[in-house]
């Protein structure tokens, strides 16, 4: 791998660079035809006010002129105006090198290949073709996701799904953005991107959402006045963001506020069972001695017999001699009986434990 030490400050070795890129495409003997239909490919896309769609493009070989029909992926256009990284207005583009395109029907994906064609109506059968086939694609892997879906639900129980929408400036960011909370799902929850796309967020994106009960985020785009008033009007709130970490982060908190809470155990208390006293109406009650922490009524018990489980259930009744009440410290004798069971023996221990809920967060 040939490495160049530059800096983009100083101008430090950007002599050198030049020159081993030119040494490179000698040796590799890199060449390029420019006198036939251009081809290139998309680096990166974008919606730019009073410009419409934006695609930023190599030329691979020919050249590209101003004018010129083309297809890129799914989109179609012909060539408005062509401009240099400086911004500067060019007639035409050869191999090698990088343009903006004016003229997109639609906003390209970074990777798409661009052709140019003989005609529109060529251009147009093309890209209608690419359209319906990429539909087809999504469909076919909506409805075979629907199936492992069902059959992972009837497994292990319906899986939570956040619905969001999301506008990103470019398609760049888009992707990266995508990837990143589709690897967030598990097993419990999973987001479900239900619109994605490239440009200001838009009045149809919000009736999306306000249908869908869908979390709305703009990175690096702002909502349109129209879409703003409707969010306004039906209650949906627009997150704004510029960092991809701080977006996945906010996503990951809300996803784990769909996740079903853990139940914990908090040990309160171990009583020993000293006597077993037959009482008429209620059945056997435990003359107990609290032997560690403190035993509260309504708490759930663990009858113990030599160290073993027998019965897990909850406590009925807590008394101090023949009154009700809420709880019995260590140290102190007590009567409890349990719910719906009555096999008890002197000497058996009970273990006393409460259950609390605790938000689960995704790892």
């Known amino acids: 791998v040939l490495c160049v030490d530059v800096s983009a400050q100083t101008g430090m070795g ?55 029909i083309f297809v890129i992926g799914a989109e179609s256009g012909r060539v408005r105006a062509l401009l240099d990284d400086r911004g500067k207005t060019l007639k035409n583009a050869g191999p090698g090198q990088p343009v903006e395109i004016l003229g997109l029907n639609g906003t390209p994906m970074a990777g798409d290949n661009c052709v140019v064609v003989e005609s529109e109506a060529r251009a147009r059968e093309i890209a209608e073709y690419r359209t319906r086939r990429n539909r087809d694609h999504e469909a076919a ?68 959402a306000a249908a869908s009960n869908a979390i709305v985020i703009g990175f690096n785009v702002r909502a349109i006045p129209q879409a703003r008033d409707l969010a306004k009007r039906d209650g949906v709130e627009i997150r704004y963001h510029s960092i991809i970490y701080e977006l996945i982060d906010e996503v990951k908190a809300a996803m784990g506020g769909l996740l079903s809470p853990d139940t914990q155990e908090d040990f309160i208390g171990y009583a020993e069972i000293r006597q077993v006293f037959g009482v008429s109406k209620i059945g056997k009650v435990a003359g107990c001695f609290v032997t560690e922490g403190v035993i509260k009524r309504g708490c759930k018990v663990r009858l113990l017999r030599d160290n073993v489980v027998i019965h897990e259930g909850a ?49």
């Open 14 to 68: 950007l002599e050198k660079l030049e020159e081993a890129i030119m040494l490179q495409a000698e040796l590799l003997e890199l060449k390029a035809n420019p006198d036939r239909a251009a081809e290139g490919v998309v680096i990166e896309s974008k919606v730019e006010r009073g410009k419409g769609s934006v695609a930023t493009l190599l030329v691979q070989r020919g050249t590209l002129k101003q004018g010129d």
């Open 141 to 208: 892997r909506g409805a075979r996701g629907s199936v492992e879906q069902m059959l992972s639900a009837i497994a292990a129980g319906e899986a939570e799904e956040l619905p969001v929408v999301i506008k990103t400036d470019v398609h760049g960011s888009l992707e990266a953005i995508r990837v990143a909370l589709e690897n967030l799902g598990t097993e419990q929850v999973r987001v479900r991107l239900l619109s994605v796309g490239v440009g200001a967020l838009s009045e149809s994106d919000i009736s999306l």
């Open 315 to 363: 406590l009925k009744t807590l008394k101090r001699f023949k009154d009700e009440v809420k709880d019995v410290h260590e140290g102190y004798e007590c009567g409890m009986g349990f719910e719906n069971y009555s096999d008890i023996q002197e000497g058996d221990m009970i273990e006393c434990f409460e259950l609390r809920e605790v938000a689960r967060t995704l790892d």
